[in-house]
């Protein structure tokens, strides 16, 4: 079963607003992750914050993660009609603790021009 | 470099036979990983390979599919007596112990499976 609960499940904004996907999940992690999925095509990973961080940049991107409320968070500043996507969470273990990642079930993003 | 390469692209068969799906890692990735993702939905961790440790079997969801991982490279998820409901898009990925000890894990295009 997923682990995370993605909010919204879909987002339609106008390009040049912020866009800000929430994440849920419900055991002990020691990281958070972040992938993008174009039209069905294979992930590409976004952004890595570790359970010890509280906050990660990287160009546009902004994420938050609160483990006493098993949450986290991405923002996408300043939109593009190119980000249009769908996002999902997926919760990690060390690497030598097990592999798996839980994703959640996707925020589908739509950056109107 | 190369990333993680699947094949097929697309695979449509009938419903009871058995399908091969295929996985080549990253050179030097010594972690490889099968989920699957149904239409609309997040993606189902199925099985993981360590090096040559037992693999994580876990979320294989019925004894008709099984995986094996060849080499310590390339991957082969085979599932038996295919049903409906196994129709889904499979993916693979690799990810390597230089990753600082967390899992980063790169993504191959997906096989789409359509069961009739």
Known sequence: SQQGEEDPQALSIQEGENATMNCSYKTSINNLQWY???????LVHLILIRSNEREKHSGRLRVTLDT?????????TASRAADTASYFCATGLFYNQGGKLIFGQGTELSVKP | GAGVSQSPSNKVTEKGKDVELRCDPISGHTALYWYRQSLGQGLEFLIYFQGNSAPDKSGLPSDRFSAERTGGSVSTLTI???QQEDSAVYFCASSSPTSGGYNEQFFGPGTRLTVL
């Open chain 1, 36 to 42: 993008r999925q174009n039209s069905g095509r294979g």
């Open chain 1, 68 to 76: 006493s409320k098993k949450s986290s968070s991405l923002l996408i």
């Open chain 2, 80 to 82: 038996q007596r295919t």
